[in-house]
């Protein structure tokens, strides 16, 4: 049952089956809360009028102790507000791990818009377009303060950083156009740094994707960005400069001069090409210059889906992501 259909209640939609469980969740809190604060309030109101002051009641203390009964106060409502930390946990656990095959789609704030980029190359500002059923993963960053993408029909937040990705995911159950917002402070146009999330039947979204499409994927548009920048020019193979070959490195784990390895995720790359005196590969002399204030959050975004999609070593990159 969606509790949003009561617009008493005064809830924004719930557009998919995780707002509404959480939904559910503040309810019943609500009630248990409710149910264990009531007590002790008719509690002391019937106290205050019993023992008022000129009453002639007995104040004295009272032989024997029921010790069933002062037990059962504390642990029923521990057992009780145990089933919500349960209960809570597991819906925060599904909130916080996206689906295997999950589409992906870009986020980056900056004072005071929101881009979007999806995986085909699209791209919009302070509207997304996402197909419903489907689960999205909105990997967020910043270009300048922190920002904080909220949709109240998912029940979803989080907080929009530079310098880390950040990511949050939803499946939309419910076609319709719901609201996005900025909510953190980030300056004086936050009021207006908001957006429509469209949720669409999937062949109106394969219609609107055709519609907004450009020549290029994500990957393709990073091949480019790859050249024009410099970076294959030493590490493709056959360059004439020794720099690790890129291919195959996404998604495993790189060797480090300090004799540790890391994971190659997109925070990985993103910090190597910003910042690639901060840890240095091991086998490689660190002769990479920093290309931190040159190449703008959303296309770091493109370069990294290419370097992506370089699948196996000696690969022959095509810039077409690997399936
Ligand atoms: Cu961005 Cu508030």
Redesign the pocket.
């Known amino acids: 049952m969606n509790l949003s259909q009561y617009p008493l209640l005064l809830w924004p939609p719930a557009a998919s089956a995780i707002a509404q469980e959480t939904d559910w969740l503040i309810l019943a809190w609500t009630a248990l809360a409710l149910l264990l604060v009531a007590p002790v309030f008719v509690g002391m109101t019937w106290f205050a009028f019993h023992f008022r002051a000129g009453r002639n009641v007995h104040r004295g203390v009272r032989e024997g102790r029921n010790h069933l009964l002062e037990v059962g106060w504390m642990v029923i409502p521990f057992v009780l507000t145990l089933i919500f930390f349960a209960w809570g946990a597991r819906v925060f656990d599904e909130d916080w791990h996206p689906p295997a095959g999950a589409t992906e789609i870009h986020a980056i704030?900056r004072?005071?818009m929101w881009k979007f980029q999806h995986p085909g190359g699209q791209s919009e500002i302070n509207d997304l377009h996402v197909p419903l059923g489907q689960p999205i993963v909105i990997s967020e960053i910043s270009q300048d303060?922190?920002?904080?993408l909220y949709i109240p029909a998912m029940r979803i937040q989080m907080e929009?950083l530079p310098d880390r990705y950040t990511r949050l995911w939803f499946k939309a159950d419910r076609p319709g156009v719901y609201r996005m917002f900025?909510?953190?402070?980030?300056?004086t146009d936050?009021?207006k740094?908001d957006g429509e999330l469209y949720v669409m039947k999937p062949a109106d979204y394969e219609a609107w994707l055709a519609h907004a499409g450009t020549a290029d994927s994500l990957a393709a548009e990073g091949k480019v960005l790859f050249s024009s920048y410099g970076c294959a020019g030493c590490h493709l193979p056959g360059a004439t400069v020794r720099a690790p070959s890129l291919a195959g490195v996404y998604g495993n784990p790189v060797p480090m001069a300090d004799g540790g390895t890391i994971v190659a995720d997109d925070s990985y790359i993103r910090d190597k090409i910003l910042d690639p005196d901060a840890r240095k590969v091991a086998g490689y002399k660190q002769i990479m210059p920093s290309f931190k204030g040159q190449i703008p959050e959303d296309r770091l975004v493109p370069l990294i889906a290419y370097i992506k999609s370089l699948g196996a070593p000696n690969a022959e990159p095509n810039g077409e992501p690997t399936p």
């Open positions: 704030g004072q005071w303060v922190i920002h904080s929009t900025c909510s953190e402070y980030c300056g936050h009021s740094m």
